[in-house]
């Protein structure tokens, strides 16, 4: 690259002319940069300061008594319990995913990648509709599971398995194109010195796609929390039982009790707040950007 | 630990850009070229060295079953049961043809704002420097981040004709077709950015200042030189903001209204059919917007590979 550029410089007169021929005039930039900043503004900077003004609207006792609420509480605690099960499990296999898919050569290879992607374009409420067809009372096992006395839909592992559905790709995702520039030279470097396939990948593999790794567990956790459709379906909306908290936001609202459903809202926000800080740490840390948006 | 994991992308993205390398270097990187394909040739012989193929694959394939295929083909399974002529009426009733018609024109619009500000924001973000501007880089994905609940309950209350925003509109923009627009909107709007921001990073400075020496002017190179290199990503984009405009539900169901024929979006029609028990006809909608899904995906898969051939090919 730097080559190429003296070399152009070279022959068609002084550098500052070639950087000039490359660039927009400065009026043109100011222009374009306005509309970009106007545009997000209104659509991601206003409604995130409207959350925090509509939370505290009736004051911080008001606030501090809607997030204090035995409902409200129960949902943070019921959307803990989901997050503890669906990330682990969906943060192993993305690793077992990924390293699959990239230290192997197999046929069909773009097609298990293309399989693997396949929540991500499945509306929420079609996903939450196969576990009813699955799991429900007038489902393929509805029958099986009464009679062992499970109970799957309308209740708590309804929502972990729908849950883990929607966010089945985000760590694979992450994992598999950081995992492919990485090549499998160090692992095969690791077992020519006699290391077994397990100690391998703990003390090679797993340190180079540690960074990668968390990337995609901070999304695959803000998703989970913030999944609706899905677990909308699959709830039951049993207040106080199976109501985490995007559901406890609607019920809320739709009880006319804005300012409590926006309490619910803001400390969701604070969260994605904290989500995107983690995120932009790690992208500046490692240079690693997500190319694939999820 | 964190440095050697970027040492190797920039090493790969350092690779990435030999196909543009001038003519003299290009023969002595093609020969190294050469060296290295024999060297992956002769690796990929042993690829299968490292142990541990079938255990992985196993898992791979078990879990990705029982999670995502058993339960998807519940959907196909039961509209097969149905008989065709019952499956025909369901999906053709004049309320979910209206419903169809409404999210696929919502979607779309919502996924044409994104594709031009996509670029802009994009463009505006990898060429330019000002104040602000990793903030804005990290609020992008906001609609990532952000649950779509919050999205929904916070764009009604900005929207409703006495919010914020609605009040300066003589018209009624929240429980309009147009508030499940700016709702789309809001959910799609990183896809299109970060397709096409890896992409402008990466175009080589050398063919926009070819462009300017031979006399184009920055409109010209612009649409000649860079947009062509940018079409598969912004297709990409486009496509993914397409495929979850289409099956959003929870932050249009606040904005919407719900009003049957006017504002009721497929996904709710689902929705209200599942409430009503009324299985099989959910079913049947359902299966109607996977057989669209799938149609986006299989799209984006070819431009995907279109793309891939589009770069190796140079």
């Known amino acids: 690259m730097e080559h190429e550029h003296s070399v152009v410089a070279k022959t068609n007169g002084p550098v500052i002319m070639t950087k000039n021929a490359t660039k927009e005039p400065k009026s043109i930039q100011w222009i374009l940069i306005s509309i970009v900043l106007l545009f997000l503004t209104l659509f991601l900077v206003v409604p995130l300061i409207a959350i925090f003004v509509k939370a505290f609207e009736k004051g911080a006792d008001a606030y501090l008594a809607a997030i204090a609420h035995p409902d409200s509480l129960a949902a943070i605690k019921l959307t803990l319990i989901v997050v503890l099960i669906t990330v682990p499990l969906n943060a192993v296999f993305g690793v077992v995913a990924a390293w699959t898919i990239t230290k192997y050569d197999f046929k069909g290879k773009n097609f298990l990648i293309t399989l693997i992607d396949l929540p991500f374009s499945v509306s929420p409420v079609i996903a939450g509709l196969i576990f009813v067809l699955l799991f429900g009372l007038h489902g393929a096992l509805g029958t099986v599971l009464q009679s062992l006395g499970l109970k799957v839909i309308f209740s708590i592992p309804g929502i972990v398995i729908a849950s883990i559905f929607i966010t089945f790709p985000f760590i694979a995702r992450e994992l598999i194109p950081l995992m492919q520039s990485q090549g499998t030279s160090e692992e095969e470097a690791s077992l020519t010195l006699g290391a077994g396939g397990f100690k391998t990948f703990w003390y090679v593999t797993l340190p180079n796609i540690k960074w990668g790794l968390l990337y995609g567990v901070i999304l695959c956790n803000a998703r989970t929390i913030g999944e609706f459709g899905a677990v909308s379906v699959v709830s039951g909306h049993i207040r106080g039982m199976t109501n985490t908290m995007p559901l406890h936001i609607e019920i809320l609202y739709n009880e006319y009790q804005f300012s409590a459903a926006f309490a619910v809202a803001s400390l969701m926000s604070i969260f994605a707040i904290i989500t995107l800080i983690i995120k932009s740490f790690i992208e500046w840390k490692t240079g690693f950007k997500s190319t694939k948006a999820s | ?314």
Do not use: C
């Open chain 2, 1 to 314: 630990m964190a440095v050697r994991s970027t040492k190797f992308i920039n090493r790969n993205k350092h690779e990435g850009e030999d196909v543009f390398i001038s003519s003299p270097l290009k023969s002595i990187r093609k020969s190294w070229g050469e060296t290295m394909t024999i060297m992956t040739e002769a690796k990929r012989k042993n690829k299968r060295t490292i142990p541990g193929f079938g255990l992985t694959m196993g898992f791979t394939l078990l879990y990705l079953t029982i999670i995502v295929l058993i339960p998807l083909s519940m959907v196909f399974l039961n509209t097969f049961s149905m008989g065709f002529q019952e499956f025909w009426v369901t999906i053709t009733e004049p309320r979910v043809v209206a419903s169809y018609k409404l999210s696929f024109m919502t979607a779309l619009t919502a996924a044409f704002v994104n594709a031009v500000f996509g670029v802009l924001i994009a463009w505006v973000l990898t060429r330019y420097e000002f104040p602000g501007k990793r903030i804005i880089d990290g609020l992008v994905d906001l609609p990532f981040a952000l649950p779509t609940a919050v999205a929904g309950i916070t764009l009604t209350t900005l929207y409703s004709p006495n919010g914020w925003i609605g009040q300066f509109f003589s018209f009624k923009i929240a429980f309009t077709p147009a508030g499940i627009i700016i709702a789309l909107i809001f959910i799609g709007l990183p896809f299109v950015v970060r397709m096409v921001q890896p992409v402008l990073e990466n175009i080589e400075k050398g063919m926009e200042e070819a462009s300017a020496s031979l006399g184009a002017n920055r409109m010209q190179t612009f649409i000649k030189i860079i947009f062509p290199e940018l079409i598969p990503a912004i297709l990409t984009g486009f496509a993914l903001s397409f495929a979850r405009a289409l099956g959003e539900y929870g932050s249009v169901v606040f904005i919407a209204g719900n009003m049957p024929f006017k504002t009721e979006i497929s996904p709710l029609i689902i929705m209200t059919k599942l409430e009503q028990y009324d299985y099989e006809g959910a079913t049947a909608v359902a299966a109607v917007m996977l057989v669209i899904t799938f149609l986006i995906l299989f799209t984006i898969n070819v431009l995907q590979w279109w793309t891939g051939k589009r770069y190796s090919g140079k």
